[in-house]
Nanobody, 120 residues
Framework: QEQLVESGGGLVQAGGSLRLSCAAS????????MGWYRQAPGKQRELVAT???????NYADSVKGRFTISRDNAKNAVSLQMNSLKPEDTAVYYC??????????????WGQGTQVTVSS
């Protein structure tokens, strides 16, 4: 069974930093895109950042210049370095992976979510 395991959330003051990590495991042939999404209370889940297996990145305008996504293809892992955090960054952050399993079926998996809380 493929799964994503996240770590690194927590409570931080505004202006602080946190690093989120996520690793995929299971019957994975390849992962095309990995990324981070977030959902604040009462709001829809939104894209934070994605990265392809070739290193192409995409960021939400609200995090550009503050967040950096990186990936270790050999470990099927993705990280999100979050700097200059703001209270509006408070949300549950979800890891996402899209790719092919060992029988070449596409998958789109989500992690369990990790809470990030930024106090003012």
């Amino acid at each position: 069974q493929e799964q994503l395991v996240e770590s690194g959330g927590g409570l931080v003051q505004a202006g602080g930093s946190l690093r989120l990590s996520c690793a995929a495991s299971g019957r994975i042939f390849s992962i095309n895109v990995m990324g981070w999404y977030r959902q604040a209370p009462g709001k829809q889940r939104e894209l934070v950042a994605t990265i392809t297996n070739s290193g192409t990145t995409n960021y939400a305008d609200s995090v550009k210049g503050r967040f950096t996504i990186s990936r270790d293809n050999a470990k099927n892992a993705v990280s999100l370095q979050m700097n200059s955090l703001k209270p509006e960054d408070t949300a549950v952050y979800y890891c996402n992976a899209q790719g092919l399993n060992l029988v070449y079926l596409r998958f789109n998996y989500w992690g369990q979510g990790t809470q990030v809380t930024v106090s003012s």
